[in-house]
């Protein structure tokens, strides 16, 4: 299992952009905290699905994070 940092901010425009330091390609945007986070989950399944994709390794989490995803799903996707 695998556990990211997530960072929330606020936009300009009241909603929220979650970002994850250590995937870079993994944002989202959210009305609220619960929905930022759901949205930041699901981007960094997608993300490193494209990890999986292309071969690559999973990023090192540097950072302490509140974001797990399970990494039983990408095992099954390299099998």
Partial sequence: MLTYALKLADRYDGMLIAT???VPEAMAIGRDHEEACEQAA????????GYVAEGRPFPVARTVGQLTVSTDKFELLTS
């Fill in 20 to 22: 994850i330091p250590d």
């Fill in 42 to 49: 699901q981007a960094l399944e997608a993300a490193l699905g």
